[in-house]
């Protein structure tokens, strides 16, 4: 994925590939569908019902579009802190033995 684009020719360049396949049926949709799920799936985002439905509308538009909005997906990713990572674990506090008397004075209680 390449951007930012300063026209839409910019973004044409990008998808002329897309535009290849046009004379099939359904061949350009797909295409473009796919160009927005593999963007999507490359930046770790999670997708839910609704998102997809609006990516299938988005792929109804011209390619360069899908190629836009696929770009800002990947260079916001690109962009983003990576997650700190885990705390460790605090250390385990040392069990007392059952004979102890500390153990048997709070039971008594």
Known sequence: MAGPYETQD???TEVRDIYAGHCKRGVMR????DLLLRACAESG????GYDRRVLRWLATQPPEVAQVVASLIAR???QAPSPAP????????PSRPAGDPAVAARVRT
């Open 10 to 12: 910019d973004a044409v």
């Open 30 to 33: 797909e295409r473009t569908l």
């Open 45 to 48: 985002v999670e997708l839910g």
């Open 76 to 78: 916001a990713a690109d």
């Open 86 to 93: 885990p705390s460790p674990a605090p250390p385990a506090r």
